[in-house]
């Protein structure tokens, strides 16, 4: 017994007519009544009653229809699940990132991810927060992970919040106050700050100058670089120190002592911009970057 013989009585048992059954499952009307008569017989009994012009159930034949349309739903149920995983598991996903923040977050998002959905590739886009802006506008990536976006910049956007990470002084081993457990925000003024370009990262240029504001001085700036890793070279040799993330501990290992400040400072919030109307297979990244947060 085949779907297609179930298939063909049903449509039988609603024409009540070979002839409009075979017409309308695009057969000739032989094969058809013949695969009616195998299905008689290999169930051994009769499930029409016939007459020279029509068809009636059975008793045998209108309880057979009942389980056949119940087995018939249930395939084409299985079917449609079956499709829209499949349909969640295939292509490729692009993700903006930005490293500093996102260095234990991002391996732990990806193990998660890609267990879900095995089928689909992750295109991995290390970029600053403008970048990732520009290219979710432009359909160029799915989704960033990356700091709040400003909030004239979130229109056509949303932004769920994963994580947040203390803010770190950045020292080199040999500077003076890498001894210290912890650093007042007064006794850094003066010294030399080491950040992010100014035009690739002007939020957290501007959230620097924030942050020292109410202790009544801008930082001085001694070098500016692209990504963390040139951030972290000047920092080591001595260039300058660095307000950071505390997650850039797993970069620097021994290379940089990372400070807690006093007064403790809001900390960085690390989530996920996309598109309101993101695709599933983003939205799927997205809450394994919330179960991966939870987890850290």
Known sequence: ME???????????????????????HVSQPPLSRQIRDLEEELGVELFWRTAKSLALTEAGKIFLIEVRAVLLR???AVEAVRAVASTNRGTLHVGYAPSLT????????????????GVRVSLHDLSTEECIERLANGKIDLALTVRPPA?????????????????????????????RAVPMAELKGERFIVYSQKEYPEYCEA??????????????????????????????????????ASLACLTGERLKLLPLKPALVPFL???????????????????????????
Do not use: W
């Open 208 to 245: 620097l100058r924030d942050l020292f504001r109410p202790f009544g001085f801008e930082p001085r700036i001694g070098g500016e670089y692209e990504g963390v890793t040139g951030l972290i070279a000047a920092v080591e040799a001595g260039q300058g120190i660095a307000i950071v993330s």
């Open 103 to 118: 260095v234990k977050l991002l391996p732990l998002t990806l193990r998660i991810f890609e267990r879900e959905h095995p």
């Open 75 to 77: 395939v084409d149920q």
């Open 270 to 296: 690390v989530g996920a911009a996309m598109a309101k109307k993101g695709s599933k297979l983003a939205q799927g990244f997205v809450a394994a970057a919330k179960q991966a947060a939870q987890e850290e």
């Open 3 to 25: 779907l297609r013989h179930l298939r063909y009585f049903v449509v039988v048992a609603e024409e009540q007519n070979v002839t409009r059954a075979a017409a309308r499952l």
């Open 152 to 180: 004239s910049r979130m229109r056509g956007l949303t932004f769920e919040k994963l994580a947040t990470y203390p803010i770190r002084c950045a020292v080199a081993s040999t500077h003076r106050l890498a001894g210290r």
